[in-house]
Structures are given as structure tokens and as C-alpha cells.
């Protein structure tokens, strides 16, 4: 069974930073991309970051800068460095896993207060 687990999300300040992480389970995680999407109220999911299993990485512009996403394929799990965090960033933080099949997490919220 396939299981993706985040955690690391909360409430912080605004300027402020938090660490997530997706614990992989039930996959060959070194294989796959993996990244990150939020969702905040009202609206569409968006993609944040995405890192593939030959380390090729990509980054909204709106988190250009500000977050580092990474992988410890020995941990099977992936990370979400945010920094100099804004309110906007605030919403539900989803992490997923793409081969052939795509999984996704439960997703973890974060909320950045001004």
C-alpha cells in the first residue's frame, strides 16, 4: 500500500520559515518526482515545487528564492524548505509522487499570519 505522510506544517509569522517533509512508503521512492502543490481557500490547487528523481528541479515564481525543495532517497522522503514567508503562502500544503501512477498525501496546513 502506498502512503505518503506530511508533516512540518503550522502557524507562523509572517517572515518567518517552516520545514515540511513527505515521508514515502510503499513505493521505490528514488524513482519517482515528487513535489509539492497548495491549495488555499477558494482556490485552485497550484504547483509550489517538483523535484524529479534525476534532481531536476522546478519552482512557482511566487516561491522563487524563498523555498528549497530536496530529497533523502536513503529516508524515502522529500522536503519543503520555506523562508521569508508571506500570508499568501498560507493554505494546504500536498505532497505527491509520480512513474507511472501518481500519489498524493493527506496534506498539511500551513498559515502565515501578518
Known sequence: QVQLMESGGGLVQAGGSLRLSCAASGI?????????????????RELVAQITSGGKINYADSVKGRFTISRDNAKNTGYLQMNSLKPEDTGVYYCYSRLTNEYWGQGTQVTVSS
Open 28 to 44: 521505490i521512492f528514488s524513482i519517482h518526482t515528487m513535489g509539492w502543490y497548495r491549495q488555499a481557500p477558494g482556490k485552485q
